[in-house]
């Protein structure tokens, strides 16, 4: 509808395109390639996720002592300054843990963001590259996503795991097969697919800045090696 | 080609660069006509606006003033999707520093660009073996950059140049560091480019070999264009050259 289109009208309609498959190919391949930031990255999501989960199944377990009625147990419980809540109540986390949860999961984030902005400064030359190759700037975006996603859900399921076993572990030491007797199973799932999900948004919320960073970036100064 | 029309037309480019608070004038008027199947060389002395020129012809970077036209399109108009797909399709960059994705192998760095152009898997697989055969290092398609020596990462480089049958090659001084040699090597590669595709070879160089090959070469200083001389008028001045570039 704009005259001024036509001045374009030699170059065909064409897209430059990048099929999602061929993404995670590309985001797979980068991070065995780059096995050890990626480790770097990781390692800090382990340990605030695995912590988010051991407080989330520790609770669920706590609620099933409590169901238990068992007074030595709870008695051991309120000894270790646990609250506990009236009888056929869930066991809500204390103020203190939700604060150091929280504390954990910034230094997580901040500690993401901070290894992200040294791996896209590490990659300029590549991103200059691709750019030069003809990769549009939500093709950088996407594959620094991708990889941010499965670095996050890797990381994100090996500490949600380890903080259930440890929690798991834990009580048994403790209260013996009445840890799990009157725990709910659905409650462990769901702490530890929330500790999963939670990995993947504080990754991914971890990248974008430093992935919006990169994409943006005009070939030639990413070639150039500046910043 | 009875009629070779101009690919590339440069006309009256200024580049500035702000350094702080003082404007650096690199190029200060730059015109050129570049014709289909031309074998260019732009020469000239380091500092003298060679890169920023051709950051300017491969769409990477922006005039001040002036335009460049591609096929007679003004690549200043163009949108971030039209000049993805002119990086993409009709320009193959090939440069000193030969700009290997070092976490790919020498295969999957020739096929990236057929990928981004949305070719399918097989065919971009078949094409990319087709291209490494064709710079010599077929039997070496799974290696990793950093398995190569820098002779045959340049040469992964112009067969990814040469990914999407390219109209334009522009190569920033591509045999700038290698031997002399692998360099000849580079150099025979793209006359035979120029030669048997009609691919259009611009490349900036300090390489007086390169000359004996060029259709024309045109020498830069300080930011403008000081002689353009053809290829028979060249080895008059080759003496000179000896003296002034040597
Ligand atoms: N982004 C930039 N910012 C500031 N100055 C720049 C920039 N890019 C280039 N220059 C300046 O422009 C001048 C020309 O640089 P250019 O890289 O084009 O030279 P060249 O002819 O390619 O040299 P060489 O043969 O050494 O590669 C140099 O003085 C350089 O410092
Ligand atoms: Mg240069």
């Known amino acids: 509808m704009q005259p001024e289109t036509k001045l374009k009208k030699n170059l065909p309609k064409k897209q430059v395109v990048l099929p999602f498959l061929k993404s995670v190919e590309i985001a797979v391949k980068s991070i065995k ?15 605030a996720i695995s912590f988010y989960s051991y407080i989330k199944t520790n609770s669920y377990i706590i609620s099933g002592i409590v169901f238990s009625e068992n007074k030595i147990a709870i008695q051991t419980l309120s000894q270790g300054g646990y609250e506990i809540p009236a009888t056929g109540e869930q066991y809500n986390t204390t103020p203190k843990e939700r604060w150091i949860l929280f504390l954990s999961l910034l230094v997580c984030v901040v500690g993401i963001v901070n290894t992200q902005l040294m791996a896209v400064a590490d990659r300029f030359r590549e991103i200059g590259t691709m750019k030069c190759l003809g990769a549009l700037d939500r093709f950088i975006l996407k594959l620094f996503l991708i990889e941010a996603f499965l670095q996050g859900f890797i990381g994100a399921a090996i500490g949600a795991l380890t903080g259930a ?11 013996g097969t009445l840890a799990i007797t009157y725990v709910s199973f659905n409650g462990i799932f769901i702490s530890i697919a929330s500790s999963i999900l939670l990995g993947c948004f504080l990754s991914l919320l971890g990248v974008l800045y430093p992935a919006l960073l990169a994409a943006r970036m005009q070939p030639i100064e990413a070639m150039r090696g500046r910043d | 080609m009875e009629n070779p029309t ?8 200024t580049k500035d660069f702000t350094m702080g608070k003082s404007m650096v004038h690199v190029l200060k008027g730059i015109d050129l006509e570049i014709k289909t199947g031309e074998y ?9 606006g060679k890169t920023t020129l051709f950051n300017m012809i491969g769409g990477l970077d ?34 000193q520093t030969f700009n290997i994705i070092q976490v790919m192998t020498a295969l999957e760095n020739v096929t990236l660009p057929m990928i981004f152009a949305g070719i399918p898997d097989d065919a971009a697989r078949d094409k990319g073996m087709e291209l490494l055969d064709l710079v010599g290092l077929k039997p070496r ?35 700038g560091n290698l031997d002399l040699t692998t360099g000849d090597e580079i150099i025979k590669l793209l006359k035979l480019l120029s030669r048997e595709k009609g691919v259009t ?10 000359l004996n090959v060029s259709d024309r ?5 300080d930011g403008r264009v000081d002689r353009i001389e053809n290829r028979d008028e060249l080895s008059i001045s080759l003496g000179k050259i000896d003296e002034k570039w040597g």
């Open chain 2, 62 to 95: 922006k005039p001040t003033t002036g335009s460049v036209f591609i096929d007679e399109i003004d690549v200043s108009q163009l949108d971030a999707y039209e000049l993805a797909w002119l990086r993409c399709r009709k320009i193959g960059y090939i440069f």
């Open chain 2, 141 to 175: 398609f799974q290696h990793k950059p950093f398995e190569l020596s820098g002779g045959q990462q340049q040469r992964v480089a112009v067969a990814r140049a040469l990914a999407n049958d390219p109209a334009i090659i522009l190569a920033d001084e591509p045999t």
């Open chain 2, 201 to 210: 070879i611009i490349s900036a160089t300090h390489d007086l070999k390169m």
């Open chain 2, 6 to 13: 101009n690919i590339v037309r440069v006309s009256n480019v």
């Open chain 2, 217 to 221: 070469v045109i020498w830069v200083t």
């Open chain 1, 33 to 47: 390639s780059r096995f050890f930031r990626s480790l770097i990255t990781t390692i800090s999501l382990i340990l």
């Open chain 1, 165 to 175: 076993g440890i929690a798991l572990c834990g009580s048994l030491i403790k209260f």
């Open chain 2, 40 to 48: 260019i060389s732009i020469m000239g002395p380091s500092g003298s």
